[in-house]
Protein backbone atom coordinates (compact mmCIF):
# COMPACT_ATOMS: atom_id res chain seq x y z
CA UNK A 1 0.00 0.00 0.00
CA UNK A 2 3.19 2.57 0.70
CA UNK A 3 5.54 1.48 -2.52
CA UNK A 4 4.39 3.19 -5.51
CA UNK A 5 6.64 6.75 -5.06
CA UNK A 6 9.55 5.08 -4.21
CA UNK A 7 9.31 2.47 -7.27
CA UNK A 8 8.29 4.88 -9.50
CA UNK A 9 11.29 6.84 -9.47
CA UNK A 10 12.40 4.24 -11.85
CA UNK A 11 9.42 3.26 -13.84
CA UNK A 12 10.65 1.73 -16.80
CA UNK A 13 12.73 -0.64 -14.92
CA UNK A 14 11.17 -1.73 -11.98
CA UNK A 15 7.36 -0.94 -12.87
CA UNK A 16 4.72 -2.40 -14.27
CA UNK A 17 1.07 -1.40 -15.33
CA UNK A 18 -1.72 -2.28 -13.07
CA UNK A 19 0.06 -3.00 -9.67
CA UNK A 20 -1.11 0.29 -8.27
CA UNK A 21 -4.89 -0.80 -9.67
CA UNK A 22 -4.55 -3.96 -7.86
CA UNK A 23 -3.05 -2.10 -4.46
CA UNK A 24 -6.62 0.29 -4.90
CA UNK A 25 -8.26 -3.23 -4.58
CA UNK A 26 -6.29 -4.17 -1.82
CA UNK A 27 -7.53 -1.03 -0.19
CA UNK A 28 -10.91 -1.38 -1.29
CA UNK A 29 -11.30 -4.73 0.03
CA UNK A 30 -10.25 -3.74 3.64
CA UNK A 31 -13.16 -0.47 3.38
CA UNK A 32 -15.51 -3.18 2.84
CA UNK A 33 -14.27 -5.75 5.33
CA UNK A 34 -14.37 -2.63 8.18
CA UNK A 35 -17.63 -1.36 7.18
CA UNK A 36 -19.47 -4.93 6.85
CA UNK A 37 -18.50 -5.31 11.04
CA UNK A 38 -19.26 -1.25 11.87
CA UNK A 39 -22.64 -1.79 10.34
CA UNK A 40 -22.84 -5.65 11.74
CA UNK A 41 -23.64 -6.94 8.37
CA UNK A 42 -20.79 -9.07 8.59
CA UNK A 43 -22.21 -10.85 11.96
CA UNK A 44 -26.24 -10.35 10.70
CA UNK A 45 -25.84 -11.95 7.63
CA UNK A 46 -25.03 -15.27 7.27
CA UNK A 47 -24.26 -15.32 3.14
CA UNK A 48 -22.38 -12.27 2.57
CA UNK A 49 -20.98 -11.72 6.01
CA UNK A 50 -19.02 -15.19 5.43
CA UNK A 51 -17.54 -13.10 2.93
CA UNK A 52 -16.98 -9.42 4.40
CA UNK A 53 -15.10 -10.73 7.41
CA UNK A 54 -12.20 -12.62 5.31
CA UNK A 55 -11.73 -9.39 3.28
CA UNK A 56 -8.68 -8.71 5.48
CA UNK A 57 -7.04 -10.43 2.78
CA UNK A 58 -6.69 -7.40 1.09
CA UNK A 59 -3.43 -6.68 4.11
CA UNK A 60 -2.13 -10.29 2.49
CA UNK A 61 -2.44 -8.73 -1.23
CA UNK A 62 -0.40 -5.25 0.31
CA UNK A 63 2.41 -7.69 1.40
CA UNK A 64 3.02 -9.87 -1.04
CA UNK A 65 3.12 -6.23 -3.50
CA UNK A 66 5.83 -4.94 -0.88
CA UNK A 67 7.42 -8.39 -1.16
CA UNK A 68 7.60 -8.19 -4.90
CA UNK A 69 7.82 -4.07 -5.32
CA UNK A 70 10.45 -3.93 -3.30
CA UNK A 71 12.63 -6.77 -3.58
CA UNK A 72 12.83 -7.00 -7.50
CA UNK A 73 15.40 -4.16 -7.74
CA UNK A 74 17.64 -5.84 -5.66
CA UNK A 75 17.62 -8.77 -7.68
CA UNK A 76 18.08 -7.21 -11.02
CA UNK A 77 20.83 -4.92 -9.30
CA UNK A 78 22.55 -8.51 -8.26
CA UNK A 79 21.83 -10.20 -11.72
CA UNK A 80 23.36 -6.86 -13.66
CA UNK A 81 26.26 -7.16 -11.41
CA UNK A 82 25.53 -3.34 -10.68
CA UNK A 83 25.36 -1.30 -7.22
CA UNK A 84 22.13 -1.46 -5.45
CA UNK A 85 21.39 1.81 -3.68
CA UNK A 86 22.74 2.40 -0.01
CA UNK A 87 20.82 0.39 3.00
CA UNK A 88 20.66 3.50 4.49
CA UNK A 89 19.07 5.28 1.62
CA UNK A 90 16.45 2.88 1.30
CA UNK A 91 15.55 3.07 5.13
CA UNK A 92 14.96 6.66 5.05
CA UNK A 93 12.62 6.44 1.82
CA UNK A 94 10.60 4.09 3.86
CA UNK A 95 10.72 6.11 6.88
CA UNK A 96 9.67 9.38 4.86
CA UNK A 97 6.95 7.29 3.17
CA UNK A 98 5.30 5.77 6.03
CA UNK A 99 5.91 8.03 8.92
CA UNK A 100 4.49 11.78 7.65
CA UNK A 101 1.26 10.68 6.26
CA UNK A 102 0.66 8.12 9.07
CA UNK A 103 1.51 10.96 11.85
CA UNK A 104 -0.80 13.13 9.66
CA UNK A 105 -3.74 10.74 9.79
CA UNK A 106 -2.90 9.91 13.45
CA UNK A 107 -3.03 13.16 15.33
CA UNK A 108 -5.90 14.97 12.85
CA UNK A 109 -8.40 11.84 14.19
CA UNK A 110 -7.09 11.86 17.67
CA UNK A 111 -7.67 15.32 17.76
CA UNK A 112 -11.42 15.32 16.14
CA UNK A 113 -12.02 12.05 18.57
CA UNK A 114 -12.42 9.75 15.61
CA UNK A 115 -9.48 7.69 17.69
CA UNK A 116 -8.35 7.46 21.25
CA UNK A 117 -5.17 7.39 22.96
CA UNK A 118 -4.95 7.23 27.21
CA UNK A 119 -1.67 7.85 28.49
CA UNK A 120 1.95 8.70 27.43
CA UNK A 121 2.75 5.02 26.49
CA UNK A 122 -0.13 4.66 24.26
CA UNK A 123 0.48 7.75 22.10
CA UNK A 124 4.23 6.90 22.18
CA UNK A 125 3.59 3.42 21.04
CA UNK A 126 1.36 4.88 18.64
CA UNK A 127 3.86 7.75 16.88
CA UNK A 128 6.29 5.68 16.62
CA UNK A 129 4.14 2.46 14.93
CA UNK A 130 5.48 0.07 17.66
CA UNK A 131 2.00 -0.97 19.34
CA UNK A 132 2.13 -4.10 17.99
CA UNK A 133 4.95 -4.96 20.39
CA UNK A 134 2.34 -4.84 23.63
CA UNK A 135 -0.39 -7.99 22.74
CA UNK A 136 -2.88 -5.06 24.66
CA UNK A 137 -2.55 -2.18 22.44
CA UNK A 138 -1.57 -4.02 19.48
CA UNK A 139 -5.23 -1.99 18.06
CA UNK A 140 -5.25 1.22 19.26
CA UNK A 141 -5.32 4.26 17.74
CA UNK A 142 -5.59 3.55 14.11
CA UNK A 143 -6.72 0.20 14.52
CA UNK A 144 -5.23 -0.93 11.42
CA UNK A 145 -2.04 0.48 11.52
CA UNK A 146 -0.68 -2.88 12.66
CA UNK A 147 0.32 -3.38 9.32
CA UNK A 148 2.60 -0.63 9.11
CA UNK A 149 4.17 -1.55 12.16
CA UNK A 150 4.71 -5.28 10.27
CA UNK A 151 6.03 -3.72 7.34
CA UNK A 152 8.56 -1.45 8.68
CA UNK A 153 9.95 -4.86 10.10
CA UNK A 154 10.25 -5.95 6.66
CA UNK A 155 11.73 -2.88 5.56
CA UNK A 156 14.79 -3.50 8.06
CA UNK A 157 15.35 -6.92 6.72
CA UNK A 158 15.09 -6.71 3.48
CA UNK A 159 17.71 -5.18 2.30
CA UNK A 160 20.34 -6.76 4.54
CA UNK A 161 19.06 -9.97 3.00
CA UNK A 162 19.69 -9.03 -0.41
CA UNK A 163 23.13 -7.90 0.78
CA UNK A 164 23.69 -11.31 2.04
CA UNK A 165 22.21 -13.54 -0.70
CA UNK A 166 24.46 -11.88 -3.19
CA UNK A 167 27.75 -12.41 -1.09
CA UNK A 168 26.44 -16.26 -0.57
CA UNK A 169 25.87 -15.99 -4.78
CA UNK A 170 29.14 -13.96 -5.50
CA UNK A 171 30.66 -15.49 -8.69
CA UNK A 172 27.78 -17.86 -9.75
CA UNK A 173 26.03 -17.83 -13.32
CA UNK A 174 22.16 -16.08 -12.83
CA UNK A 175 20.84 -19.36 -13.04
CA UNK A 176 22.28 -20.75 -10.18
CA UNK A 177 21.54 -17.43 -8.55
CA UNK A 178 18.24 -17.01 -9.06
CA UNK A 179 17.61 -20.53 -8.22
CA UNK A 180 19.35 -19.92 -4.47
CA UNK A 181 17.55 -16.95 -4.07
CA UNK A 182 14.06 -18.38 -4.74
CA UNK A 183 15.20 -21.34 -2.21
CA UNK A 184 16.44 -18.47 0.42
CA UNK A 185 13.12 -16.96 -0.14
CA UNK A 186 11.13 -20.59 0.79
CA UNK A 187 13.45 -20.57 3.72
CA UNK A 188 12.04 -17.24 4.77
CA UNK A 189 8.30 -18.89 4.35
CA UNK A 190 9.70 -22.12 6.32
CA UNK A 191 10.74 -20.07 9.34
CA UNK A 192 7.54 -18.15 9.51
CA UNK A 193 5.61 -21.76 9.64
CA UNK A 194 8.41 -22.82 12.26
CA UNK A 195 7.97 -19.56 14.39
CA UNK A 196 4.21 -19.58 14.60
CA UNK A 197 4.40 -23.00 15.80
CA UNK A 198 7.03 -21.97 18.25
CA UNK A 199 4.51 -19.38 19.62
CA UNK A 200 2.10 -21.77 20.70
CA UNK A 201 4.19 -23.88 22.69
CA UNK A 202 4.76 -20.62 25.11
CA UNK A 203 1.70 -18.93 24.46
CA UNK A 204 -0.42 -16.62 27.21
CA UNK A 205 -1.58 -20.07 28.57
CA UNK A 206 1.80 -21.17 29.41
CA UNK A 207 2.50 -17.81 31.10
CA UNK A 208 4.12 -16.07 28.05
CA UNK A 209 2.00 -12.77 27.94
CA UNK A 210 3.96 -11.22 24.69
CA UNK A 211 3.20 -14.43 22.99
CA UNK A 212 -0.52 -13.26 21.87
CA UNK A 213 0.34 -10.48 20.50
CA UNK A 214 3.18 -12.25 17.91
CA UNK A 215 0.92 -13.09 15.60
CA UNK A 216 1.12 -9.46 14.38
CA UNK A 217 4.84 -9.24 14.49
CA UNK A 218 7.18 -9.69 10.70
CA UNK A 219 7.97 -13.32 11.84
CA UNK A 220 4.39 -14.16 11.44
CA UNK A 221 4.26 -13.06 8.14
CA UNK A 222 7.55 -13.91 6.60
CA UNK A 223 5.57 -16.74 4.21
CA UNK A 224 3.04 -13.65 2.88
CA UNK A 225 6.25 -11.40 2.21
CA UNK A 226 8.36 -14.25 1.03
CA UNK A 227 5.75 -15.12 -2.34
CA UNK A 228 6.04 -12.08 -3.76
CA UNK A 229 10.19 -12.36 -3.60
CA UNK A 230 9.84 -15.11 -5.33
CA UNK A 231 7.87 -13.58 -7.73
CA UNK A 232 10.00 -10.77 -8.12
CA UNK A 233 13.39 -13.12 -8.84
CA UNK A 234 11.30 -14.92 -11.51
CA UNK A 235 10.53 -11.94 -12.76
CA UNK A 236 14.09 -10.60 -13.09
CA UNK A 237 15.22 -14.07 -14.46
CA UNK A 238 12.93 -13.82 -17.32
CA UNK A 239 14.60 -10.68 -18.59
CA UNK A 240 17.60 -12.65 -18.49
CA UNK A 241 16.39 -16.16 -19.60
CA UNK A 242 14.72 -16.64 -22.44
CA UNK A 243 13.69 -19.86 -21.52
CA UNK A 244 12.27 -18.70 -18.26
CA UNK A 245 10.39 -16.23 -20.32
CA UNK A 246 8.83 -19.03 -22.36
CA UNK A 247 7.67 -20.59 -19.40
CA UNK A 248 6.38 -17.49 -17.78
CA UNK A 249 4.14 -17.39 -21.20
CA UNK A 250 2.94 -20.68 -21.21
CA UNK A 251 2.14 -19.99 -17.73
CA UNK A 252 -0.19 -16.96 -18.30
CA UNK A 253 -1.92 -18.14 -21.77
CA UNK A 254 -5.39 -17.17 -19.93
CA UNK A 255 -4.70 -14.53 -17.69
CA UNK A 256 -8.36 -14.88 -16.23
CA UNK A 257 -7.41 -17.92 -15.06
CA UNK A 258 -5.18 -16.87 -12.42
CA UNK A 259 -8.43 -14.61 -11.17
CA UNK A 260 -10.76 -17.73 -11.39
CA UNK A 261 -8.13 -19.91 -9.31
CA UNK A 262 -7.97 -16.98 -7.04
CA UNK A 263 -12.05 -16.65 -6.89
CA UNK A 264 -12.33 -20.63 -6.05
CA UNK A 265 -9.79 -19.95 -3.54
CA UNK A 266 -11.25 -16.81 -1.33
CA UNK A 267 -15.19 -19.20 -1.63
CA UNK A 268 -12.98 -21.74 0.02
CA UNK A 269 -11.27 -19.66 2.80
CA UNK A 270 -14.71 -18.14 3.30
CA UNK A 271 -16.93 -20.84 3.69
CA UNK A 272 -15.19 -24.29 4.33
CA UNK A 273 -13.07 -23.57 7.03
CA UNK A 274 -15.27 -22.24 9.64
CA UNK A 275 -13.19 -19.60 11.02
CA UNK A 276 -14.72 -17.02 12.91
CA UNK A 277 -15.95 -13.39 12.09
CA UNK A 278 -14.43 -11.28 14.37
CA UNK A 279 -15.73 -10.15 18.00
CA UNK A 280 -14.95 -12.84 20.85
CA UNK A 281 -13.37 -15.33 18.54
CA UNK A 282 -10.67 -18.04 19.30
CA UNK A 283 -7.23 -16.92 19.99
CA UNK A 284 -4.89 -17.72 17.08
CA UNK A 285 -2.56 -20.20 18.93
CA UNK A 286 -5.65 -22.58 20.45
CA UNK A 287 -6.39 -23.27 16.44
CA UNK A 288 -2.89 -23.25 14.74
CA UNK A 289 -3.61 -25.20 11.84
CA UNK A 290 -6.91 -23.28 10.74
CA UNK A 291 -4.72 -20.32 11.46
CA UNK A 292 -1.97 -21.42 9.22
CA UNK A 293 -4.44 -22.62 6.69
CA UNK A 294 -6.49 -19.45 6.26
CA UNK A 295 -3.09 -17.38 5.85
CA UNK A 296 -1.23 -20.06 3.30
CA UNK A 297 -4.58 -19.38 0.91
CA UNK A 298 -4.49 -15.48 1.83
CA UNK A 299 -0.84 -15.47 0.05
CA UNK A 300 -1.98 -18.09 -2.78
CA UNK A 301 -4.88 -15.55 -3.44
CA UNK A 302 -2.57 -12.88 -3.41
CA UNK A 303 -0.05 -14.35 -6.12
CA UNK A 304 -2.82 -15.66 -8.08
CA UNK A 305 -3.87 -11.63 -8.32
CA UNK A 306 -0.47 -10.46 -9.01
CA UNK A 307 0.63 -12.89 -11.46
CA UNK A 308 -0.93 -11.97 -14.52
CA UNK A 309 -0.26 -8.42 -14.08
CA UNK A 310 3.65 -8.99 -13.81
CA UNK A 311 3.79 -11.75 -16.47
CA UNK A 312 2.63 -11.22 -19.74
CA UNK A 313 1.72 -13.04 -22.72
CA UNK A 314 0.52 -12.35 -26.35
CA UNK A 315 -2.83 -13.33 -25.20
CA UNK A 316 -5.78 -10.46 -24.20
CA UNK A 317 -5.47 -9.36 -20.40
CA UNK A 318 -8.43 -7.63 -19.34
CA UNK A 319 -7.53 -7.80 -15.73
CA UNK A 320 -4.55 -5.91 -16.65
CA UNK A 321 -6.48 -2.91 -18.96
CA UNK A 322 -8.47 -2.91 -15.70
CA UNK A 323 -6.08 -2.24 -13.31
CA UNK A 324 -3.84 0.06 -15.33
CA UNK A 325 -6.97 2.26 -15.86
CA UNK A 326 -6.91 6.03 -14.93
CA UNK A 327 -9.52 5.28 -12.05
CA UNK A 328 -7.91 2.37 -10.74
CA UNK A 329 -4.30 3.99 -11.18
CA UNK A 330 -5.47 6.76 -9.37
CA UNK A 331 -6.91 4.72 -6.40
CA UNK A 332 -3.65 3.33 -6.59
CA UNK A 333 -1.97 6.19 -5.71
CA UNK A 334 -3.83 7.28 -3.22
CA UNK A 335 -4.42 3.46 -1.49
CA UNK A 336 -1.86 4.08 1.39
CA UNK A 337 -4.56 7.65 2.34
CA UNK A 338 -7.59 5.94 2.05
CA UNK A 339 -6.52 2.44 4.36
CA UNK A 340 -5.72 5.41 6.73
CA UNK A 341 -8.60 7.51 7.09
CA UNK A 342 -11.31 5.27 6.10
CA UNK A 343 -12.14 3.87 9.65
CA UNK A 344 -12.06 7.66 11.11
CA UNK A 345 -15.16 8.31 8.45
CA UNK A 346 -16.64 5.24 9.62
CA UNK A 347 -16.43 6.29 12.99
CA UNK A 348 -17.84 9.57 12.38
CA UNK A 349 -20.63 8.34 10.49
CA UNK A 350 -21.88 6.68 13.49
CA UNK A 351 -21.43 9.91 15.37
CA UNK A 352 -23.13 12.59 12.94
CA UNK A 353 -25.95 10.73 12.11
CA UNK A 354 -26.61 8.78 15.47
CA UNK A 355 -26.01 5.66 14.08
CA UNK A 356 -24.82 3.03 17.05
CA UNK A 357 -22.56 0.60 15.82
CA UNK A 358 -23.63 -3.45 15.10
CA UNK A 359 -27.03 -1.20 13.78
CA UNK A 360 -27.43 -1.44 10.31
CA UNK A 361 -26.74 0.58 7.32
CA UNK A 362 -23.72 -0.78 5.46
CA UNK A 363 -24.23 0.65 2.21
CA UNK A 364 -24.47 4.40 3.85
CA UNK A 365 -21.75 3.52 5.91
CA UNK A 366 -19.82 2.21 2.87
CA UNK A 367 -20.20 5.09 0.74
CA UNK A 368 -19.46 8.14 3.40
CA UNK A 369 -16.33 5.80 4.05
CA UNK A 370 -15.22 5.50 0.86
CA UNK A 371 -15.75 8.83 0.05
CA UNK A 372 -14.43 10.74 2.75
CA UNK A 373 -11.44 8.59 2.74
CA UNK A 374 -10.46 9.25 -1.44
CA UNK A 375 -11.10 12.95 -0.85
CA UNK A 376 -8.52 13.16 2.02
CA UNK A 377 -6.51 10.84 0.85
CA UNK A 378 -5.90 12.74 -2.34
CA UNK A 379 -5.65 16.13 -0.66
CA UNK A 380 -2.99 14.35 1.14
CA UNK A 381 -1.48 12.72 -1.32
CA UNK A 382 -1.41 16.17 -3.53
CA UNK A 383 -0.25 18.59 -1.58
CA UNK A 384 1.95 16.69 1.38
CA UNK A 385 2.99 13.31 0.29
CA UNK A 386 3.99 13.71 -2.88
CA UNK A 387 5.91 17.00 -2.70
CA UNK A 388 7.73 15.66 0.46
CA UNK A 389 8.87 12.28 -1.07
CA UNK A 390 9.93 14.33 -4.21
CA UNK A 391 12.13 16.96 -2.00
CA UNK A 392 13.54 13.52 -0.63
CA UNK A 393 13.81 11.92 -4.00
CA UNK A 394 16.37 15.29 -4.79
CA UNK A 395 18.25 14.85 -1.70
CA UNK A 396 18.92 11.35 -1.96
CA UNK A 397 19.95 11.74 -5.93
CA UNK A 398 22.19 14.43 -4.79
Same mark, same amino acid.
Given at each position: ???????????????????????????? @??????????????????? +????????????????????????? !??????????????????????????????????????????????????????????? #??? !??????????????????????????????????????????????? #???????? +?????????????????????????????????????????????????????????????????????????????? @???????????????????????????????? #?????????????????????????????????? #?????????????????????? !?????????? @????????????? @????????????????????
Amino acid at each position: MTNSAAVKTSKSKFWFGGLDGLRAFGAL @LIVVHHAGFSSGLTFRNDF +FGQFFSRMDIGVSIFFVLSGFLLFR !PFVLNQFEETSSDKIGHFWIRRICRIYPAYWLALLVLLGLGAIQLIGAGQVTMALSLTQ #IYD !PTWGLFGISQAWSLATELSFYLLLPLFALFARRLTRNKSVDNQARFL #ILLCFGLS +FFSYVFRFVLTKIAPDSGSWWASGADLWMPSYLDTFSIGMVLAVVSAWETKQPKVRRATEFFVRQPFLWWVIGAALFW @LVSTQLNLPRGFGSEPWFLNLKTHMARQTLYW #IIGACLLIPLVFKSSASNKILDFFSSRPMAYLGS #ISYGIYLWHQGFLTWAHSWLDW !PELTGNFFSL @LLISICGSVLVAG @LSYRFFEEPLNAKLRHQLQH
